[in-house]
């Protein structure tokens, strides 16, 4: 049980957080990804109130917010650098770009395929350049790199990266388990909000 009030001054110590990576909300999620905290006594997502903190109050009233830099808004991060104030029209295009509209290829603009995923790390992985693959793709050089880390296409290249660590075990006679290679996604708590926790 998360002591009252400490999702709220976390946030407000992250507000200038500027580390690599997504900044993933560790306490409570809804069932959408997005983390949730209680402000006043009033249930609201956790990007909205970091948004809030880290860039001031909603430029208009329609105005959501966009996880413009890295997509992972449905994943719980808050960082405040990857986050800003938008239309919805805006909101859409940035998970087009993210391909986290209607996960990837079934989105209306999507330009890759599944299948180009695993085209595409094949040839990552065999020391093909991100410049090679944006001409041959029509992406950008952060699409390709957001392949690359997984932040976009998650699950076309976490069945990638299974199916290779598979045959690596394969190869030495172990076992395959999955939480070998799963990278945590959740940021972990230090000092007092892990006593607290
Ligand atoms: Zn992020």
């Known amino acids: 049980m998360t002591k009252r009030g400490f999702p709220e001054k976390w946030l407000k110590e992250h507000v200038e957080y500027d580390g690599d990576g997504c900044l ?39 105005a959501v917010v966009r996880h413009f830099e890295c997509g992972n808004g449905h994943l719980g991060c808050v960082h405040p650098a990857h986050i800003c104030w938008g239309t919805v029209k805006e909101n ?59 932040r976009t296409w998650k699950d076309a290249v976490n069945e990638y990266e299974q199916a290779r660590f598979e045959a690596m075990f394969e190869k030495d006679g172990l076992t395959f388990t999955p939480s070998v290679w799963r990278k945590p996604v959740i940021v972990e708590l230090h000092g007092e909000y892990a006593r607290a926790a």
């Open 92 to 150: 859409v295009a940035d998970k087009d770009v993210h391909g986290t509209a209607q996960r990837g290829e079934r989105g209306p603009r999507a330009k890759l395929k599944r299948d180009d995923i695993r085209l595409i790390l094949d040839r990552l992985a065999a020391g093909g350049t991100a410049v090679s693959i944006t001409a041959d793709y029509g992406i950008g050089s952060a699409a390709v790199s957001a392949i690359k880390h997984g």
């Open 24 to 62: 993933i909300w560790p306490f409570a999620w809804h069932s959408k990804g997005y983390g949730d905290v209680r402000i006043d006594g009033k249930g609201i997502s956790a990007h909205v109130e970091m948004c809030r903190l880290a860039h001031g109050e909603k430029p208009f009233p329609e």
